[in-house]
């Protein structure tokens, strides 16, 4: 019997990035000489600019949370009908989608990437298509430029749910300079967090009069209110927590290499263990998650007793994503007809193992000698 070697305290799937204690409070402190916490402050300000100087685009914006800015950059783009995405993502993307009272039509996702499958796009649309919101899942870029030309072709909005993919460039581009909107998350257990935060990247910068709108109740001037809209404005604190953070991201992207580069070495060559590919030419990576497929026969164990043997020695991994999007209790059944072969395998094998700036590779050690363990044990 072999036994796994258990880790003297916790370690989770990641852990928030706190910066020092007196960067964030010698930002705050402007805040109390000038009373202003909200509603577009100097640190909002600042901010912004800050993130249009790092990710070299033109016009961002900055909202309360990912999901918000999603929603508002779907509203933007006034649509009315079916969006294509895919079912292989966070609960919030369907949720937009949903929320906009438009109806989600899922494509299967690719064997090695597992973002949107750009073969299968074209089958699903139909006259009632109205957009294409892929997801650049665990940060690696979708197929970006087959997506432009069948959204040219078809006549369609993008927008990308880039929550992962801060920092990432494809082709020395940001990442979020594709489509007519991007999406990133700046929620605590991210990357790159502002506490709670959402960006909007977009090309149009006639998208910013209506973004600003809908984040504040519509409200155009003292007595006027143009339309229906709702809160999801970004605070003073979340954007002193922003640009603090944001003088760390690239740290943080390099310690999360190491610990990449260490799992890929020490995992690579164990059967039936399927890892992303970090090799391509044309991307710099972000590092953001580490997802692994364990198939149940030629590993030896199925992906939950992996995760639950891992666990019992105090090693917390998450199965992101599962269950699939289409097969949430919410839906009820509604989503079960699609064709999501890859999709639903991938969910089904997929764990993501712990990666934040400050696990140790001693530590990422220990996980990959208790996955190897798993594996001699089961054969
Ligand atoms: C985190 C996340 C979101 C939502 O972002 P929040 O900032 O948490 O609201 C949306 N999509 C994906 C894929 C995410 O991982």
């Known amino acids: 019997m072999y036994e796994l070697k258990r880790l003297d305290s916790p370690v989770n799937v990641t852990r928030t990035f706190m910066p020092p204690f007196s960067e ?6 402007r805040l109390w000489n000038n009373s202003w916490i909200t509603n577009n402050g100097v640190l909002h300000q600042e901010f912004e600019e800050k993130l249009i100087d790092y990710c070299e685009v033109e016009n961002i914006s900055l909202l ?30 369907i949720h937009a989608i949903v929320n906009c009272g438009l109806k989600p039509v899922f494509c299967d996702v690719d064997k090695d990437d597992y973002n949107i499958d750009v073969s299968k796009i074209e089958k699903l649309i139909n006259k009632n298509t109205v957009a294409i919101l892929p997801v650049h899942v ?16 078809h006549n369609l909005k993008v927008i990308y749910d880039a929550a992962h993919a801060f920092g990432v460039k494809l082709d020395g581009k940001s990442i979020a300079s594709h489509g007519d909107l991007s999406m990133f998350s700046l929620h605590a257990t ?6 709670e935060g959402g960006v909007l990247v977009y090309k149009d910068i006639n998208y910013k009069k209506k973004i600003n709108l809908l984040k504040n109740f519509g409200i ?47 995992l690579q060559d164990i059967p039936g263990i399927q890892l992303l590919n970090y090799s391509s030419d044309n991307t710099e990576y972000n590092y953001s998650y580490f997802p692994v497929l364990f198939d149940p026969i030629l590993f030896g164990a199925s992906r939950d007793t992996v995760k639950e043997l891992l666990e019992k020695n ?45 696990l140790s590779l001693k530590t990422v050690e220990i996980i990959c000698e208790n996955i190897k363990k798993i594996h001699r044990r089961s054969i």
């Open 24 to 29: 964030f409070t010698s930002e705050i402190e």
């Open 64 to 93: 309360v949370n990912g999901h918000l800015a999603l929603e508002t950059g779907l509203k933007t783009l006034d649509l009315k009908g079916e969006v294509i995405t895919t079912p292989f993502t966070f609960a919030s993307t």
């Open 138 to 153: 665990f940060g690696t870029p979708c197929n970006v430029y087959e997506i432009e030309k069948i959204s040219k072709k």
């Open 190 to 195: 991210k990357l790159f967090h502002s506490i």
């Open 220 to 266: 155009s001037g003292p007595e006027s209110v143009e339309m229906v809209g709702y809160n999801a404005k970004m605070n003073e604190f979340q954007a002193a927590m922003g640009l603090v953070n944001l003088k760390y991201v690239e740290t943080n992207i390099n310690k999360r290499k190491l610990i990449t580069d260490t799992y890929v070495n020490l």
């Open 314 to 358: 105090n090693i917390f991994t998450r199965k992101y994503f599962f269950p699939l999007a289409t097969d949430y209790d919410c839906f009820q059944g509604e989503f079960s007809g699609f064709d999501l072969p890859y999709a639903k395998a991938i969910s089904d094998k997929v764990l993501t193992l712990p990666i934040y700036p400050e």
